[in-house]
């Protein structure tokens, strides 16, 4: 669905090389007519839901959103085929804590090369003993 906003914004594209025009003006004046006149999707969390980001599932992974109306979203995930969900369930702005996103977070901060390598190794055994907990945990649920 291409709207007034999505014109101004080909405008400005095609119009960047004018040096007496500012864009970025207008992108703002684009981004309030979509926030004021087109009535946003929410996400689970509430939030309103914008095309372009990345929404996430209750198993943390990501899905793009590619499309959308007042009622619906169309998402994919990864280099996977869309998908049409309804707005409002089963995926948020937020990535869900789990043990693995944890280890995850643990294992960036261990590799930024901000810390000691001693605390950066003992972060690794950190993260390597939440996964190991976590693959225990999938399989007693299974």
Same mark, same amino acid.
């Not at 049409?84 to 937020?94: E, Q, V, W």
């Given at each position: 669905m291409k709207t007034i906003s999505d014109e101004i914004r080909m405008f400005v594209k095609r119009s960047c090389a004018d040096e007496h025009m500012d864009p970025r003006e207008l992108l703002a004046l684009a981004d309030r007519v979509d926030r004021e006149t087109m009535p946003r999707p929410r996400a689970e969390d509430g939030e309103p839901v914008v095309m372009g980001e990345t929404l996430y599932d209750w198993s943390g992974n990501e899905w793009a959103v590619s499309d959308l109306t007042a009622t619906f979203l169309v998402v994919a995930k +990864?280099? +996977?085929?869309? /998908? /049409?969900?309804?707005?409002?369930? !089963?995926?948020?702005?937020?990535?869900? !804590?789990s043990l693995e996103t944890i280890a995850g977070e643990l294992d960036d901060l261990s590799e930024s090369g901000e810390m000691a390598d001693e605390t950066s190794a003992d972060m690794r055994d950190l993260a390597e003993r939440i996964r190991k907990l976590a693959a225990k945990e999938d399989e007693q649920c299974h």
């Open positions: +990864g280099d +996977g085929p869309a /998908i /049409i969900k309804p707005a409002g369930r !089963d995926l948020s702005h937020r990535r869900p !804590d």
